[in-house]
C-alpha cells in the first residue's frame, strides 16, 4: 500500500529524531591572536585535537597532562615533501572503527585551513605533480570532494565538533580621482582554496567569528559573533532560534547551555598503573 502523506510525515519526523545525536557542531574563524585554539579550554571535555598548524597546540601545554585536552601534533609537520593527509585519514578511521568518538566530549581539526592544504598537497602527489601550481578541473575539484565527503563523516561523529578556520582579505577595486585603479580591504572570507571557501562553511549550522578589541588601557577583550556583519562573516541558526545573542563570550559550554545541548563533560581518559610508574621512573 502506498505511504499517506501523514506516514510520509511521521517517518520523517522519526528519522530526524535518530539523526540528532545532541551534539554541537561549529565552525570558529578568526584572525591570529584571537583565541580560537584557547577557546578549547571551554568545550565539553575530553578534547580532541587534531593539530595541523605548525606549533598551533603550544597554547594547550597546560591541560594535556590532565587529560582533558589530547592533542594529536604530528600532523604539525607537513611539508610538500610528505603525505600527511592520507595518513590522517588513516587514523581518522581506525578511530572511529575504535569507538573513540564516543569517549570524546570534543573533536577539533586546528585548522581546517591548514588540512586543506594537506589534502592539496595529497592529490598533487598523487597525481605525480609535486610542487607544480594546482589546476582547476584536475586538483581543485578534487579537493572539494575529498573535503566535503570527509567532512560529512566528521560531521556525523557522536561527539560535539570544532572546525577552527583563519580569516582571509578580499579586496575591490576602486578607481580613484585621478584614474588610478586601487585596492581597497573590504570583508573577510574563510580562508580556504578553491571552492572550500564557500563551501565548507554552508556544510555548517554555526559559523562563528572571533574577534579582540584593545580597551583604553591597551588590554586586550575577546569576544564572538554569531551572525554576520559588512566586515565578518558568521551565521547561527541558533542565534535564529533566539538561544544565543549576536554577541556572545567566547564559552562554548555556555553556548551549549544558552541552546539547551547537553553540556556537561564526559569521564576522562585515565592514565594506566605501567604508565603512571614509568613516568616515575
Not at 499517506?4 to 530526524?16: H, K, L, P, S, W
Not at 570524546?104 to 588540512?115: A, F, N, P, V
Request: net charge neutral; charged share 30%.
Amino acid at each position: 500500500m502506498a505511504e499517506t502523506v501523514d506516514d510520509y510525515v511521521e517517518r520523517i519526523a522519526r528519522e530526524d529524531d535518530d539523526n540528532d545525536s545532541g551534539s554541537f557542531k561549529a565552525l570558529i574563524i578568526g584572525d591570529w591572536g584571537t583565541g580560537k585554539t584557547r577557546l578549547l579550554t571551554t568545550a565539553r571535555k575530553p578534547v580532541w585535537v587534531d593539530s595541523f598548524d605548525p606549533n598551533g597546540s603550544v597554547g594547550l601545554l597546560q591541560y594535556k597532562n590532565k587529560r582533558q585536552i589530547i592533542v594529536d601534533s604530528y600532523w604539525e609537520k607537513h611539508t610538500k615533501d610528505n603525505i600527511l593527509f592520507e595518513s590522517w585519514y588513516d587514523a581518522f578511521q581506525e578511530r572511529q572503527r575504535q569507538k573513540l568518538f564516543d569517549r570524546l566530549g570534543t573533536y577539533c581539526l586546528d585548522s581546517i585551513s591548514t588540512w586543506a592544504i594537506c589534502c592539496m598537497d595529497y592529490i598533487m602527489n598523487k597525481a605525480g605533480r609535486k610542487g607544480e601550481a594546482p589546476k582547476w578541473a584536475h586538483d581543485y575539484v578534487p579537493q572539494r570532494v575529498y573535503l566535503e565527503n570527509i567532512m560529512r563523516e566528521i560531521l556525523a561523529l557522536p561527539c560535539d565538533v570544532i572546525a577552527i578556520g583563519h580569516l582571509a582579505e578580499r579586496f575591490k577595486k576602486i578607481t580613484t580621482r585621478t584614474g588610478e585603479v586601487v585596492e581597497e580591504f573590504d570583508h573577510y572570507k574563510f580562508k580556504a582554496t578553491g571552492q572550500a571557501v564557500t563551501t565548507i562553511p554552508i556544510m555548517f549550522s554555526e559559523v562563528y567569528c572571533m574577534l579582540d578589541e584593545a580597551d583604553s588601557q591597551g588590554k586586550k577583550n575577546y569576544k564572538m559573533i554569531t551572525s554576520r556583519t559588512n566586515v565578518y562573516p558568521a551565521k547561527s541558526r541558533l542565534a535564529g532560534n533566539g538561544g544565543i545573542s549576536h554577541e556572545e563570550e567566547p564559552n562554548i559550554k555556555n553556548i551549549l547551555k544558552k541552546a539547551g545541548y547537553p553540556f556537561g563533560d564526559k569521564p576522562l581518559f585515565k592514565r594506566s598503573k605501567d604508565n603512571e610508574k614509568e613516568g616515575s621512573k
